[in-house]
């Protein structure tokens, strides 16, 4: 590719976001985009099968599979980091869960100098982005490109976990996205007519005609280039080649909680110490890049349950698996359209609490790290997950490389609060357990280590905690010395580039952050409009006064 290439916009990884704003953008014929992604094109049957979860999240199956730093609050251990790596990122890869998050969660974005992006002012984005099969309110969109619904073929045991919950005396919560962000559901996940539908199948399939949308996948983003401190192009390597494409009015960086950091930095805009360690010439100090990494970490308990209606090793499992597989095949319905975590519930540790501080989620599987380790037989497993966690950490380069992963450090469980949390959160999963509606089935603990103490309790959650794939926060929002952007997206200090993906989050939402970062695309694509419109109109302005002023009166 010649470095004469230019488009008016050019949208830096084909993530959750990504894919809207490059969707969004070249509904008007008159500009031309460009996504580039640095995975392949999102054609692999295993992200259009909802199961496939199961298979990506631990292999490099369109996958990045970052590692974190040694993490002291997890005992030393090495955290392990999935993201999508093709169109759609992570949503490519993911559990498909819908969740946008409780009022309040925006609310706290507004309080922090953020106008428009409290709930009320989001609401209409996430609608504008929804289809909703299953609802349809003033809560709900219809009409979205992102198909939400519940299950296809839900699996029975995730009734039998609400009822759990009712029994344990947790309310009911029949639309999580609803009124109320509190209690027992069942999940809704992101899928149509039984297979996934990621950002890239809603916002860019459908569109994939336009003659104004050019993508490029494979094409890895090293460096972004400034005339000055307006950034006006993009170096990127593809096939083996290095490439350079400019853009006549805006770069969009989407890369993700970790890529949008770490390209910042490789191009010079960042702590300026950091930039100087790695011989990186600095465009711009800007001391919040990498800054606040905030990440969900999750604990998982799995349970044996003589029952086939639950996914398992055994030689029926897998006869039961081929019965799915020519099912799913054939009608695209069975229990290959799970994607395993089937119910879920948001609960308080106290009821002086505004908003829930535990997510409980029902994976109708027993599992260790992220599906690395299995257990024979069949069963189920419960995630306590620590929906506002006080711990922060970085992200930083490991080195100038631009190839290079970087060094991840979300410093999971390094605030005593966190711990304290958790620990409760694993006792509401006891709790849940030992109700009528669970010990119906004798489910057995895999595990043989004691967990009756808080001290023996806190000691196993060290020990097997990980995260749940929700990084934020590593270009955030805001007005104090540490936001990278403005409330309206746009880098501090520099000009014709804005970021927008989940790494603007100035404070982590209390749930999975898809459906957010689908808002915050839909978001950052009308602020681009609203711009460019508003430019429109200055120039013509000019033009009508240097008109005029050949022509006096």
């Known amino acids: 590719m010649n470095e004469n290439v230019v488009f008016d916009y050019i949208v830096i990884g084909g993530g959750a976001a990504g894919c809207v704003v490059a969707g969004r953008l070249s509904e008007d014929p008159t500009v031309s985009v460009c996504l580039l992604e640095a995975g392949g094109p999102d054609s692999h049957p295993l992200i259009h099968m909802p199961a496939g979860v199961a298979v990506m999240v631990p292999t490099s199956i369109n996958n990045w599979q970052y590692q974190t730093v040694p993490q002291a609050g997890l005992k030393g251990r090495t955290g392990y980091q999935p993201r999508g790596k093709t169109l759609g990122g992570s949503s490519s890869i993911n559990a498909m869960a819908y969740h946008r998050g409780h009022p309040e969660d925006f609310d706290r974005w507004a309080a922090l100098g953020n106008p428009g992006w409290s709930y009320q002012e989001v609401l209409p984005f996430f ?30 045991f995730g ?107 490789l191009s010079g805009i960042g702590p300026a110490s950091q930039l100087l360690k790695h011989d990186i010439a600095v465009i711009h100090d800007l001391p919040g890049v990498g800054k606040n990494l905030v990440d969900h970490i999750d604990y998982v308990h799995s349970y044996r349950i003589k029952s086939r209606r639950l996914m398992g090793l055994s030689l029926l499992g897998v006869w039961d698996t081929l019965k799915a597989g020519i099912r799913y095949w054939r009608h695209r319905t069975g229990p290959l359209t799970s994607n395993f975590a089937e119910a879920c519930a948001f609960v308080k540790t106290s009821p002086d609490l505004r908003q829930a501080d535990i997510e409980l989620a029902l994976t109708i599987a027993m599992f260790a790290d992220h599906g690395r380790t299995l257990y024979r037989g069949h069963g189920l497993s419960l995630h306590a997950c620590l929906l506002h966690p006080k711990s922060a950490g970085e992200l930083t380069l490991a080195s100038a490389d631009p190839l290079a992963a970087p060094l991840i450090d979300p410093a999971f469980l390094t605030h005593p609060d966190d711990i304290a949390t958790l620990i409760e959160g694993y006792k509401i999963i006891r709790k849940v357990m030992s109700t009528p509606a669970f010990k119906a089935f004798a489910p057995k603990d895999v595990l043989d280590t004691p967990m009756n103490t808080d001290a023996e309790i806190e000691q196993v959650l060290r020990s097997r905690s990980d995260t749940l794939y929700h990084p934020v926060g590593t270009c955030k929002m805001g007005a104090d ?55 429109a109109a200055d120039t013509s302005k000019d033009d009508h006064e240097t008109t005029a002023s050949h022509h006096p009166a």
């Open 127 to 156: 609608k504008r982005a929804e289809h909703n099969e299953n609802f349809d309110d003033p809560l709900h969109g219809q009409n979205g490109p992102l198909n939400v619904r519940f299950h296809t073929s839900p699996n029975p």
């Open 159 to 265: 009734e039998v976990f609400v009822e759990a919950g009712l029994q344990a005396g947790y309310p009911a919560c029949p639309d999580q996205n609803g009124a109320t962000m509190e209690g027992f559901g069942r999940l809704q996940v992101m899928q149509k007519d039984g297979q996934r539908c990621s950002a890239a199948r809603a916002y860019l399939t459908p569109n994939r005609a336009r003659p104004n949308l050019h993508i490029e996948t494979h094409a890895h983003a090293t460096r972004i280039l400034f005339d000055g401190k307006r950034a006006v192009g993009i170096e990127f390597m593809q096939h083996g080649f290095k490439c350079v494409m400019h853009a006549r009015s805006e770069l969009i960086l989407s890369s993700g909680a970790f890529g949008s950091p770490q390209l910042l930095l």
């Open 481 to 535: 010395a540490m936001a990278v952007v403005d409330a309206r997206l746009k880098v501090r200090g520099l000009e014709g580039l804005r970021v927008a993906d989940a790494s603007i989050m100035p404070t982590i939402i209390g749930c999975s952050t898809t459906a957010a970062t689908v808002m915050i695309g839909e978001k950052a694509a009308d602020f681009i409009r609203e711009d460019r419109a508003l430019n």
